[in-house]
C-alpha cells in the first residue's frame, strides 16, 4: 500500500454512527474502483471526520434509514456526463441566470430568503455560523485527522461532500495557523454549495484556493439541487500562490436508494462516479 490517505468530511444531518459511516465510504470508493478498474481491488488508506455526533444525540439506525449505502445495479463500468451539450449548456446557463440577476439588482440576491431558508431547512449549517464554539469544534474534527496525515507524513486526497466541503475549506483557509507544513495534494469536493453567490456571502468564504492545496477537483452532477446552481467554483476562487486553480467536472450521480427513489446529490453515488474512480486510482498509484 503506497503511503497516502483518503480523508473524508461528510455533510449534513444525522448520520449512522462513525465506524458504519466510514465503512460506506470505504465500499462506495472500492465499489467505484473495482468498476472502473477491470474488477481489480485496491487496498485503501482512510478515516472519516465525523462531526453529526455534535448536532445530534444518537446516531442514525442503519435499520430504519431511507438512504444506505447500496450498491449500484449491474456490474462494469457507471455512466458519464460525457459531451452531451444539453445538460452541459443547461447547468452553465442556471449558474449564469444567479450571477445575472445578482448584478442586475446591484444587492445580494435572496441573501434573507437564504438566511431563512438555511435556519429553517439547513440547521446544522445555521448552527455552525452562528455558535463559535460549535464551529470549532466541527473544525477541530478536520484538523484531528490532518495532523494524524501529517504525523505520519501521508499524502493526503480531502473529499468533502456538501456542508462538508465548506467546514474543509475553513479549515484548508485557516491551515498556515493550525496547521503548519500541511500540504494536501488533492482537495476534492462534491455536489458542494460553495459556488452558490448566497452562501458565500452569508457565511463569508474566502475567495482563494487555500496555500496548502496543490490541486482542486470540483464535482457536481447537473441535477444535484445543491450544486448545479453554480457547478462552477473556478469561476469564485482565484489561484493560490502556486498557480493552483479549481478544476470543474460534471458527472452522473446514479444513486438510488432501496425504495427507488434517485438522489443525485447522495455521497456513495459521487464517490463510485467513474471520474472520481480514476481521479483516486492515480492518487493511490
Request: with cysteine.
Amino acid at each position: 500500500m503506497s503511503r497516502a490517505i483518503i480523508i473524508g468530511v461528510h455533510g449534513l444531518d444525522n448520520k449512522p454512527r462513525p465506524d458504519l459511516l466510514e465503512d460506506w465510504w470505504k465500499a462506495a470508493i472500492s465499489e467505484g474502483l473495482a468498476r472502473h478498474g477491470g474488477g481489480r481491488k485496491t487496498k485503501i488508506r482512510f478515516r472519516m471526520a465525523y462531526w453529526a455526533d455534535l448536532m445530534y444525540p444518537e446516531p442514525l439506525d442503519p435499520a430504519t434509514m431511507a438512504e444506505p449505502y447500496l450498491a449500484a445495479r449491474g456490474s462494469g463500468p457507471l455512466p458519464r456526463v460525457g459531451l452531451s451539450v444539453r445538460k452541459v449548456t443547461s447547468t452553465r446557463l442556471r449558474g449564469s441566470l444567479g450571477k445575472l440577476l445578482e448584478k442586475a439588482s446591484k444587492v445580494r440576491l435572496g441573501e434573507r430568503v437564504v438566511r431563512g431558508t438555511v435556519e429553517s431547512k439547513m440547521p446544522d449549517l445555521y448552527f455552525y455560523n452562528n455558535d463559535e464554539r460549535l464551529r470549532t469544534a466541527v473544525q477541530d474534527r478536520v484538523v484531528k485527522q490532518l495532523r494524524y496525515a501529517r504525523r505520519w507524513r501521508y499524502k493526503v486526497m480531502l473529499i468533502a461532500h456538501s456542508m462538508g466541503s465548506i467546514v474543509a475549506y475553513d479549515v484548508l483557509r485557516d491551515a498556515a495557523a493550525a496547521l503548519k507544513g500541511l500540504e494536501i495534494s488533492h482537495f476534492v469536493t462534491l455536489g458542494s454549495p460553495l459556488g452558490l453567490a448566497e452562501l458565500r456571502t452569508v457565511f463569508a468564504g474566502p475567495r482563494y484556493v487555500p496555500e496548502c492545496v496543490m490541486q482542486w477537483s470540483n464535482f457536481s452532477d447537473p441535477k444535484d439541487p445543491v450544486s448545479s446552481w453554480d457547478a462552477s467554483l473556478s469561476n469564485n476562487y482565484r489561484a493560490n500562490s502556486h498557480g493552483v486553480t479549481v478544476s470543474d467536472n460534471l458527472v452522473v450521480n446514479g444513486y438510488v436508494n432501496p425504495a427507488g427513489k434517485p438522489n443525485p446529490h447522495k455521497i456513495y453515488g459521487y464517490l463510485r462516479t467513474p471520474e472520481l474512480s480514476e481521479l483516486i486510482a492515480g492518487f493511490l498509484g
